[in-house]
């Protein structure tokens, strides 16, 4: 009787973040077996980064039914570029300039290894387990650690451009000489609809507001925090929010007027806000998109969890690459 090849029921999926990397075995039905994270930000130079993560990886591959059952790697990580599987000049993180992630992780750990930035990754895992489910035509916005980043499905597929680069919303300009971006030009959307613009506006609307707000009196201003003012009736956060929402809003209208899709599904950190950001929004969006698609796109909030879901498409990425082995 001839032998068969064992059929590998696992992938590895990792998520690279600005100040953390999870990473997690994900097994064929999606269910995550087994999953730890350790902060990136322990590691300026990327080889160093590069060790730590296979030392990791391979330690939880042991630890969970071994190298043999593992078919591939897939990574989120923000500015990658799945064309070249390379980190290519990302604004938020340590390592500059063109990072050849894919190529250097393959070498180490003998396995397929797939990149892609962390709005492909998260429309991937929406439309396999999440929100975008059974959709052909839709756009994911994540909003998160200091960004905003997007990806276009077009009749099943991402539309990645030429260069691979397409979907970057959160650097279209929206105030000529406006708030400076980490990637260098001035008024870009995420500088004002990101978590860090959002506390840019509020410290603005504290500085010109003439009644006392709850603001003023807070530690730290962040998402949460200011979320909680609102809930308090306070009208100088709730003001905040406005403005955020508005311009989202109005950045959302012009992209989904170009591309004309069923649906935004919206990720991320900012939606810890909630109705305090999601009602202006809508309105600005309903206000702004073309007439022709007003009432006809529908604005949807995540339901999958803010720590599985980009692990989650890290996955679906891995099971979509041709598997190879140095050990075969």
């Known amino acids: 009787m001839e032998e068969t090849d ?15 990397t999870t990473y997690a075995i994900v097994n064929i039905r999606g269910e995550i077996v087994a999953q730890d994270y350790f902060r990136t930000s322990d590691y300026a130079e990327i080889s160093e ?3 730590a993560l296979t030392e990791r ?18 990574i989120s990580a923000p500015s990658a570029n799945f064309l070249t599987g390379c980190i290519e000049n990302a604004a938020n993180l340590k390592w500059k300039g063109v990072v050849p992630l894919a190529a250097m992780l ?6 397929a290894v797939a990149v892609a930035n962390d709005a492909h990754i ?4 929406e439309k396999a387990f999440g929100s975008a489910h059974g959709m052909k035509d839709f756009i994911v916005v994540s909003i998160s650690h200091g960004g905003l980043g997007s990806c276009i499905f077009t009749n099943g597929l991402p539309h990645l451009g030429f260069n691979g680069f397409a979907g970057e919303v959160g650097h279209t300009c929206v105030k000529i000489d406006g708030r400076p971006c980490g990637c260098g030009r001035k008024g870009c959307l995420e500088t004002y609809v990101s978590d860090k613009g959002l506390v840019i506006t509020a410290e603005e609307e504290i500085a010109k507001s003439n009644e006392p707000t709850l603001l003023s009196e807070l530690d ?28 989202l809003g109005v950045g959302l ?5 170009v591309v004309n899709p069923e649906a935004i599904i919206l990720t991320g950190d900012m939606m810890q806000a909630g ?12 206000e702004h998109v073309f007439h022709n698609i007003r009432g006809k796109v529908r604005l949807l909030v995540s339901i999958l969890k803010e720590g599985e879901r980009d692990v989650l498409g890290a996955s679906a990425l891995a099971w979509d690459v041709k598997e190879y082995s140095l050990f075969k």
């Open 106 to 111: 393959q070498d180490r750990l003998g396995m």
């Open 275 to 286: 109705k305090w950001l999601l009602k202006p929004m809508r309105s600005a969006f309903e």
């Open 57 to 74: 990886v391979l330690s939880l591959i042991e630890e969970n039914g071994g190298y043999e059952t593992i078919r591939s790697v897939g």
């Open 253 to 257: 209208a012009n992209y989904a007027s």
């Open 220 to 247: 730290e201003l962040n998402i949460r925090t200011i979320t909680e003012c609102c809930e308090k009736g306070d009208r100088v956060a709730i003001e905040t929010f406005q403005r955020v929402g508005y311009m």
């Open 6 to 20: 064992q059929i590998k029921t696992r992938v590895v999926g990792i998520d690279i973040r600005e100040n953390r």
């Open 122 to 125: 998260t429309a991937l895992g």
């Open 49 to 51: 980064y590069i060790t």
